[in-house]
């Protein structure tokens, strides 16, 4: 199943409620929820308080980001706050092991992210515990910037390396992401596409509309 995650990192804050509502009607499964700590990246965006409130306006997946140094130390948080699934950046982790399992004894779904210079071999021994991967098609740390083409091999050697293993691991894309290239990133193989400011600058329902559209086209 092709999966819409709108990034909230690119709605109007002011609005953040009913921007959430209005894609979740259009019919986006999942919301992505970029939690940056302002040292794994440079920016810092928002925490626990806001996942919780924004936790009553919807029952769309909550698909937490986490772009923040040792994330194992909030695990619990992040799910007290309404999170399903945790993603974790492979480089943002000392024993990734240990915190990807902090996440599935903690009863969610768990995620690692990879920077695009990351490269896939980092997964070798983890591949088989996890629900998804995230491939950053952008350095993290901001919304808005352009799509890195090189990040498409990536997807595409991933996939098959989950092929390869019998596996149904999903994989995210995040970065840059919009109705021009995301054909290119289906075909790719990736099955989860996060964007933000393709949603939610401008009209976020109709936008989160012609994702589902082509979708559509490879599902019928
Ligand atoms: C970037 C974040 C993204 C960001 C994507 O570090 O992880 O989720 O919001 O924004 P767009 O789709 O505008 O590139
Ligand atoms: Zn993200």
Redesign the pocket.
């Known amino acids: 199943m092709l999966i819409l995650a709108p990034?909230i990192?690119?709605a109007d804050f002011k609005n953040l409620g009913q921007q959430v509502t209005d894609t979740a009607n259009a019919g986006a499964r999942y919301i992505?929820l970029?939690v940056m700590d302002g040292a794994f990246?440079p920016s810092i965006s928002f925490g626990m308080p806001v996942i919780a409130s924004l936790r009553s306006c919807t029952d769309r997946i909550f698909d937490v980001?986490m772009?923040v140094e040792e994330p194992g130390r909030y695990i619990s948080d992040i799910k007290a706050a309404g999170a399903d699934l945790i993603c974790v950046h492979a480089e943002a982790c000392r024993h990734l092991d240990r915190t990807v399992n902090q996440i599935k004894e903690a009863g969610l779904k768990a995620g690692v992210a990879l920077n695009p210079a990351t490269p896939l071999s980092v997964l070798d021994c983890i591949l088989p515990e996890l629900d998804m991967v995230l491939i950053m098609t952008?350095n993290?740390?901001?919304?808005?910037?352009k799509f890195i083409p090189y990040t498409l091999e990536k997807v595409r050697n991933l996939r098959s390396m989950i092929k390869q293993r019998g596996l149904e691991t999903d994989i995210q894309v995040?970065?840059?992401?919009t109705c021009d290239n995301v054909r290119d990133l289906i075909e790719a193989g990736a099955n989860v596409f996060?964007?933000?400011?393709?949603v939610f600058k401008g009209d976020a329902a109709a936008n989160t509309r012609k994702f589902l559209d082509i979708f559509e086209e490879y599902e019928r």
């Open positions: 990034s990192l690119a992505h970029d990246v980001h772009m952008v993290p740390g901001f919304g808005g910037q995040d970065g840059g992401v996060v964007a933000g400011s393709a």
